[in-house]
C-alpha cells in the first residue's frame, strides 16, 4: 500500500506530490502544519489539532482553506486509500506560491499539503525501560505555542541528543523547563505531575492536556507552573508526553538518573491511563 500525498485538493501517490521552489513554506518556512495519529484507524483528536492549526494559522494572518467537516472528510478519505493498519497524518499549511519577498504577498492562495504514511509506534521495550534525555538551551523564537513550520532549533536540539545517544532534548530556557524537541515534559515530584504552563515557551500539547486531565481523574495533583532546571535534576520522575511518544517515562538526563533511574510508578499509571483512552 502507498503512502499518500495531498496537495491543493488532490489526493495522489506521496512520491508525486510536489510544490513550487517559490512555495513560501519553503523560502521563509512561513506556514503551520499538525501531526495526527490514529488509533483503531481513526484519527486521535481530530478536533483538537484542527482547533489548534486553525490558532496557529491566525496567529500568522493565514486564512483556514477548509472547515472542521471538510479537513474531517479529508483526512478520513486519505486514510481510506491509504489502507494502513495505523496512519501518521501531516498538515501542512503555507502562505503560497510567490516571488521571493519577505511581506506578504497580494493574493496568494494558501498550499495545503497533507501526507499519509503508515505509523510505526514505538516498540515497547523503549517505553518499558524509559529513554535517556539532555538538557539544551531554548534558541527558539518567542512564539512556540504556534505550530510553525520553521523547526531548525528542534532539529539541531534533537540531533545533538542523537549525537548524545539521547532520546530527546529537553529545552532549558533562563533557568526553566520549557518543553521538549518533539514533545512535553513533565516533572513528578512528592507525588505530584508539574508542568510549564500554556503560554508562547511552550506548544500547547493536545497529549499534554489529555494527560493532565487523566491525572487529575486519578486523584493525583498537577501544577501548571513554572518548572526550574533543578526541580528537573531532583525529580522523582521526569516523563516525556506527545503524539509519537505517548507518554514516555525519562530515566537518564545529562548521564545522571532520574530517581531511581527506572521508569516511576506515577508515568507507569498515566501511561497505562492513556492507552485505555485511546483505544
Ligand atoms: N510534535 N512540543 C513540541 C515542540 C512538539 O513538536 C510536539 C509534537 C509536542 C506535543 O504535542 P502533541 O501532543 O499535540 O503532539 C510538544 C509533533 C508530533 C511533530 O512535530 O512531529
Known sequence: ?????????????????????????????????????????????????????????????LPMPYSNREWGELVAEGLKRAE?????????????????????????????????????PLARAIGEAGVEAITLDDIRWGRCDIKSVNLLANVLARQRAKEAGAFEAIFVRDGTVTEGSVSNVMIVKAG??????????????????????????????????????????HADEVFLCGTTVEVLPVVRIDGRDVGTGKPGPVAARLSERFKQAVT
Not at 512555495?23 to 482547533?51: K, L, N, W
Not at 508539574?194 to 500539547?205: F, K, N, V, Y
Open 1 to 61: 500500500m502507498p503512502a499518500i500525498g495531498f496537495v491543493n485538493g488532490t489526493f495522489m501517490p506521496l512520491e508525486q506530490a510536489t510544490v513550487s521552489v517559490e512555495d513560501r513554506g519553503y523560502q521563509f518556512g512561513d506556514g503551520v502544519y499538525e501531526v495526527i495519529r490514529t488509533y483503531g484507524g481513526t484519527p486521535f483528536r481530530m478536533e483538537a489539532h484542527v482547533a489548534r492549526l486553525e490558532r496557529s494559522a491566525k496567529a500568522l494572518g
Open 84 to 120: 494502513f493498519a495505523e496512519s501518521k497524518v501531516y498538515i501542512q499549511l503555507t502562505r503560497g506560491v510567490a516571488p521571493r519577498d519577505h511581506a506578504f504577498p497580494a493574493g496568494s492562495r494558501p498550499t495545503v499539503v497533507m501526507t499519509i504514511r503508515e505509523l510505526r
Open 192 to 233: 505530584r505531575v508539574i508542568t510549564a504552563p500554556e503560554g508562547p515557551r511552550i506548544l500547547s500539547g493536545v497529549t499534554r492536556s489529555l494527560v493532565l486531565d487523566l491525572a487529575r481523574k486519578e486523584g493525583i495533583p498537577v501544577e501548571e507552573r513554572t518548572v526550574v532546571l533543578e526541580e528537573l535534576r
